[in-house]
């Protein structure tokens, strides 16, 4: 495996390759870091060239003074190792970070995977239920609580609003606690990435898009996923029973096996 830093605008993120073949560049959640992938990077690395990153502030990167670009970070990466075009696999944060690529440089795109996507601009139709834990999490935000802030995301998009945590193995929740304290000790809440529209043009993304959705996902995610599902020209949706947010993590045998089938076409 070959890892190092990269420099983009104004700092520099850590970032992991190996693996030989087309490219896939893997894009964590904002719930998470580059380790959120460690259950497919070495499989995918069997048949290409796998690259994962740090965005700016989590993980080994550092945070950013400045109000970043996703994407353009994304771009860096990109050229930094020579890849002209990539199959995106995106989650969340890294979804939504995907999505704008192949609005912004289709001609870069080959493919997208999106699991438990964002959508830069989306703005629900109607009001969505606001559980407690939301306010809860703002009230540990505001006192950078930091213990507070790490067990609440836990409960909101690991164990999930609407079922038990039971089913997360120790390993799992240890490592999803470990990033999150991570990325919040070093990060200043008040400085954060761009954020475009990308919901006029979801028609003009033509690349294929796997799409996983997690039935137990936030009612916000939810609503992203019946979007996509119903704007995205050429779409496959993936419903995954019982998963969270983070499908890749808590379903990996059913998200490889879905993965595996679609992205070797």
């Not at 860096?76 to 999505?99: C, K, N, P």
């Not at 493919?111 to 959508?119: C, T």
């Not at 490889?256 to 070797?264: D, E, F, N, P, Y």
Request: aromatic residues 8%; proline residues 7%.
């Amino acid at each position: 495996m070959e890892n190092g830093w990269i420099s983009v605008e104004g700092g520099e993120l850590y970032f992991e390759e190996q693996g030989q073949g087309r490219p896939v560049v893997l894009l964590h959640a904002g719930v998470a870091d580059r380790r959120q992938w460690d259950p497919q990077f070495d499989w995918l690395a069997r048949s290409f060239r796998v690259i994962r990153y740090d965005v700016r502030g989590y993980g080994n990167s550092q945070p950013s003074k400045h109000p970043f670009d996703l994407t353009q970070d994304l771009f860096q990466v990109m050229d930094h190792r020579d890849i002209e075009t990539a199959i995106l696999v995106g989650s969340s944060m890294g979804g939504s970070t995907a999505i704008h690529a192949a609005v912004t440089a289709p001609e870069r795109i080959q493919r997208l995977v999106l699991a438990g996507s964002g959508l830069f601009g989306f703005q629900p139709s109607r009001e969505l239920p606001e559980p407690p834990q939301y306010r809860a999490m703002e009230a540990a935000m505001a006192t950078r609580n930091i213990d507070r802030i790490v067990a609440l995301t836990d409960a909101i998009w690991l164990s999930g609003l609407t079922k038990g945590a039971d089913d997360i193995p120790e390993g799992v929740r240890a490592l999803f606690r470990t990033m999150n304290r991570t990325h919040w000790l070093k990060t200043d809440p008040a400085i954060s990435y761009l954020e475009p529209n990308d919901v006029p043009h979801l028609d003009q993304i033509m690349q294929p898009v796997l799409l996983f959705t997690g039935t137990c996902d936030t009612p916000y995610t939810l609503m992203v996923a019946e979007v996509l599902a119903s704007r995205l020209p050429r779409v496959s949706r993936v419903d995954v029973p019982g998963a969270v947010h983070l499908p890749n993590v808590t379903h990996p045998d059913l998200f490889r096996q879905r993965l595996g089938k679609w992205i070797s076409v």
